[in-house]
């Protein structure tokens, strides 16, 4: 008893009982609850308490530019590990000479003996459920079903620093390194991080291990509190080193959360720039198909209230009973065209769509965007049926095996002109509405957190004096749309407003519970009045 009382660790204490006290039965139970409890990131209460700040009082840091971490990848595998050090040292045969690789504590390591320590598991002991129950212990998976545990972490941190100042350089070098040390080090976490200059702009790659020395693994979460708490760190480091930076969520901003209901700019830039209109990209196909599909992508008008039908085991059941099964209805259907019939209403004028637009025009195949199309939006060949994501697949494969259709003829753009105009709009629309309900839904999250920890103050600002002002109809367009319009690369980011002409727009503060007209917030977004601290608080 004297040994348990010693151990003030709550995880510690938990483990002494699972090993000493409990029966085996019992253990297996304790376990399986342990398991399924939520985890929380140890710095998510940090992100939102930060968060709400800003948005409450629009307050910034200074008039620097936004700290960048990014999310490179992670790896289960010791060799993935290995290479992944290799990029980050530049030891590879076309790299022309390494990097200085440095440790948690800011120390210069040699790159050779930097994963020493590490104690890297073997992919033999990392090996996932359903690789153990393969008899080749899933040879032929992909390393992300093979393996079960992720071994590292790959960040990378920027802040727009030129690479030929040295004064900033030797600032960033410091601010990294406090960094590292106050996110990771301080909680026994391995890292070996460097500094690249082969852009325009210096970057750190931080390589993290995943499990720290104390125990405790590095998790990231969907909602992104993980990546709010190392922005806001970096921020405040690199700015007392001398990088004036700054670390404030685009929503979260006054000024750009008005461009981004307004339309004006998005919420999070696309991946590929470039224009990605059908218009543009394929002509001929889009003036034979435009119209089908702009009708296909008009808002559908709300069905009404039908009775609800019975289910399905009611409707068999009179058949079962007489002991005959009702037989399939229609007439049967072509084998080349079986797995697009589960895929669309009209199969045929389908794949014919899908063929014509993959023979492309002028000579040129367009094969590969055809194929994007079918797997990620099948809806712009046909009407589409309730499917399960396998189905793309298969009515691909099928469809790929029937030979490429002759080029399209070139067709007069005014026909491309006017379908095209007429899908832009409605693009336009839709990226306006996916612009709101992302910002309505962040706000939305950032209140429900803080109403978990009792900052009802934070959760009554961000209801009532941001949330209350998003008035705009989804229907009405603020911003007309023109060819071409949001599809090229995004722009160089505008200075930012000083503070001394930065003011705050006050807002008439509504009730705790009042929902935004922007958007019907689903149930698991409903804030509720708390009764205190919740078991998976923020604090841990």
Known sequence: ????????????????????????????????????????????????????WSVEKSWRRNDGPQVVVKVAGRR????????????????????????????????????????????????????????????DQGETLPEPERLYHTQLH???????????????????????????????????????????????????????????????????????????????????????????VQAVRREDRGELREEMMSGRT???????????????????????????????????????????????????????????????????????????????????AAQRCWRELAAGEGGRGKLALASWYLRRQPEIFGATKPHAPEARENALTEVRKLPLLSPLPPVSNATVIAWGTEYGQLRQKRRLRRNRVTVVKSLWHLARRCAEVDDLRSVQVILGRVLSGLHWPFAEMVVPWEPGMNEDAPPQAAPPIPLSEERERIRPVSSLNRVPPVLDVPKSAAILPPSGRASGSMGR
Not at 4 to 33: C, F, K, P, Y
Not at 184 to 199: E, I, M, P, R, T
């Open 266 to 348: 998005f919420v999070r830039w696309p991946r590929r720039p470039g224009n990605g209109d059908l218009s543009c990209r394929a002509p001929a196909w889009f003036a034979r198909h435009g119209g089908g599909l702009v009708q296909r992508r008009q808002p559908r008008e709300p069905e009404p209230d039908r009775p609800r039908k019975s289910s399905w085991w009611r409707q068999w059941l009179p058949w079962c009973r007489d002991g005959s099964v009702p037989s399939a209805m229609g007439v049967p259907v072509d084998p080349l065209l079986s797995d697009f019939s589960v895929l669309y209403h009209e199969p045929l």
């Open 1 to 52: 008893m004297r040994e348990v009382q010693n151990i003030v660790d709550t995880e510690e204490w938990w483990r002494h009982r699972l090993g000493r006290v409990l029966a085996s039965d019992d253990e297996e139970v304790v376990r399986a609850l342990l398991r399924c409890r939520r985890r929380q990131p140890s710095g998510a209460w940090m992100s939102n308490t930060w968060r709400a």
């Open 76 to 135: 289960k595998s010791a060799a993935g590990v290995k290479a992944c050090l290799r990029y980050v040292v530049r030891l590879r045969p076309a790299d022309l000479s390494p990097v200085p690789l440095f440790n948690e504590f800011g120390a210069e390591v040699d790159p050779l003996a930097g994963l020493t320590t590490w104690d890297l598991l073997a992919d033999t002991e990392n090996l996932s459920r359903k690789a153990r129950g393969l008899p």
């Open 154 to 244: 790959h960040f990378i941190v920027s802040a727009r620093v030129p690479v030929g100042d040295e004064s900033l350089r030797s600032a960033f070098w410091r601010g990294v390194q406090a960094g590292v040390d106050e996110l990771f080090a301080a909680k026994g976490f391995q890292v070996l991080w460097a500094v690249h200059d082969d852009a325009a702009f210096l970057h750190a790659h931080v390589l993290v291990k995943a499990q720290s020395r104390f125990g405790p693994r590095l998790r990231l979460d969907i909602h992104g509190e993980t990546l709010d708490q190392l922005r806001q760190v970096f921020a405040e480091v690199l700015t007392q080193a001398g990088v004036s």
